[in-house]
């Protein structure tokens, strides 16, 4: 998920303003330029407005370029309603929306409010300080939203990662392993260590893009073929773990903590999941099977 970092008074802040009525950006566009980089103003930072007037056009817009802020007008030529604000938050990016409204759609504007967007403004009753204010506001509160996430996702990791260790403690893995005289994928095996966990990130990847463009994997077979080969290889928790960790090396992205939550999540549920599905595997010979 992306999105820039809490801005600082004289940074320039970069609005993507989503608007189809070109007299009515205009003015807003006036507004924002005559009023930004005031010391005196409500928002001391240099502002640069990016105009566009439909949301087609805006979702390329986020594809592209960061922003720090989205002003949207709900009824756009190819979007009307809350759809609009839907498709840009469904899109897997962190920016704050403030949502453009008439009079007649003001109770939209509320639910999308409800449904995540900092605030909103009806049209006929703005002027340059309302959106000013708007905008400050919007940002410092999202700014806040994502600290206390981040504090609530990095808790929610040590736990789970809690969870991992004690499932896999690494002195026990090492008993086991010269009692059965087996060696731990990651030393004994480093060749189908690192593409198993390739592999398992090929997988990570197709989660993401479920979860961010709705398209559908089926990486239940994958996941099969990578736990078969792991329990033909008797590895125990402890490889799965380890498998774990090397993928999100090889996937984390420096600097953007939305998306690396994103990916730890998505990564944690397939290393629990190869757990459960190693332990199936296995089960067959601990109840004294063939296999």
């Not at 502002?47 to 922003?67: N, P, R, W, Y």
């Not at 002003?71 to 938050?89: A, K, Q, Y």
Request: aromatic share 6%.
């Amino acid at each position: 998920m992306r999105g820039r970092a809490c801005v600082m008074v004289g940074q320039t802040i970069r609005v993507l303003l989503v608007e189809d009525d070109l007299g009515f950006a205009g003015l807003l566009d006036e507004w924002l330029v005559e009023l930004s980089g005031h010391p005196t103003t409500i928002l001391p930072s240099r502002i640069l407005v990016t105009q566009v007037d439909s949301l087609s056009k805006a979702l390329q817009q986020m594809d592209g370029t960061e922003f720090d802020i989205l002003l949207v007008d709900l009824n756009l030529p190819d979007s009307v309603g809350l759809e609009t604000f839907e498709r840009i938050r469904n899109r897997n990016v962190d920016y704050p929306v403030i949502v453009l409204s008439g009079l007649d759609d003001e109770s939209l504007a509320i639910q999308a409010v409800r449904s995540g967007a900092q605030d909103y403004l009806v049209k006929n009753t703005i002027d340059g300080n309302l959106l000013f204010r708007s905008i400050r506001y919007a940002l410092e509160r999202h700014t806040l939203h994502r600290e206390l996430e981040q504090v609530r996702e990095k808790e929610r990791r040590q736990r789970e990662q809690g969870s991992l260790d004690r499932l896999s403690d690494r002195n026990v893995s090492r008993i086991a392993s010269r009692m059965l005289g087996i060696q731990e994928l990651k030393g004994g095996y480093p060749d189908q260590f690192a593409r198993i966990a390739a592999q398992l990130g090929e997988i990570l990847d197709k989660l993401l893009q479920m979860r961010t463009h709705k398209v559908v994997f089926n990486i239940s077979d994958d996941l099969k073929q990578i736990s078969e080969e792991l329990g033909f290889l008797r590895c125990g928790p402890r490889d799965v773990v380890d498998i774990y960790l090397a993928t999100l090396e090889l996937r984390e992205t420096p600097g953007n903590p939305i998306k690396n939550e994103s990916i730890h999540e998505e990564c944690r549920y397939l290393a629990f999941e190869l757990m459960g599905r190693l332990v199936s595997f296995y089960r067959p010979y601990a109840l004294g099977g063939d296999g």
